[in-house]
């Protein structure tokens, strides 16, 4: 069996409640870079360096050199960064949620006799 780094990643997002979260990552990154939305900025960092290193063809472990262990760092990090992903998107999309709140309409309605 072929070790990739595309296999790692694939087996890591199978639960699809990180799948539906896709675009909201990017919406936090997008607004976390314009400013709008402030974070703590190692729990913006280290998930964007681990995203970035699982997907860039450098590793620590070569996996073409050693298969199954040069996946096992993609893993690792994988394994550290997506608790503090998850966690932070979650802050984020309650944020976006009090956001969309805040400039909602109230409209009043009185019911016609």
Known sequence: MKYSKINVVKEAIKNKGF??????????FNSWRKGSYKANFMDM????AGIIYIISPIDLIPGL?????GA???????????????AQVDKFLLWEAEKTMQ?????DVTPVD
Do not use: E, Y
């Open 65 to 69: 050199a050693i298969p199954f262990i």
């Open 45 to 48: 960092i280290i998930p964007l």
């Open 103 to 107: 400039t909602a309409k109230v409209i």
């Open 19 to 28: 799948i539906a979260k896709i675009p909201s990552i990017l919406r936090m």
């Open 72 to 86: 096992l760092d993609d893993l690792a990090i994988l394994g550290l960064i997506m608790p503090r992903l998850i």
